[in-house]
């Protein structure tokens, strides 16, 4: 039986659109588990739709023990190379808008940008 704690932790819950999401797996696969007593669950509605929550610790020991921990770490690799992709997209545009508003400054101002700030103790 898991604590009440971690049914609050951010990260730790995960609805089951979001277990068949990140780790392949089947609602019926979700159900199997919780009918067998692997994992707690709490439903869940959001404008009349209802869900499953389940504990992604406890989804992940259930996910380990049926479809071996070779398919688990697969899953979860990809899940976080999904994650850093995705944030090396975002922040190329970043650097991009950077770039773009550096060089509409540098047109407006040239002088402001060529020069070169002074450190204290390297005056001349």
Known sequence: ????????RKGAVLSDLTAQKQYGVSR??????????KLEFREGSVWGNPYL???RSQLEAYI????GTQYLQNKKGQNELRDVN???????RALTALEVRRAELTRLAPDR????RRTKGHET
């Open 1 to 8: 039986m898991a604590d009440y704690g971690e049914w609050t």
């Open 28 to 37: 019926d696969f979700i159900v199997q588990g919780i009918k067998s007593g």
């Open 53 to 55: 929550r389940v504990l």
């Open 64 to 67: 380990a023990t049926q479809l």
């Open 86 to 92: 995705k944030k090396i997209a975002e922040l190329k």
């Open 113 to 116: 940008a060529t020069t070169k």
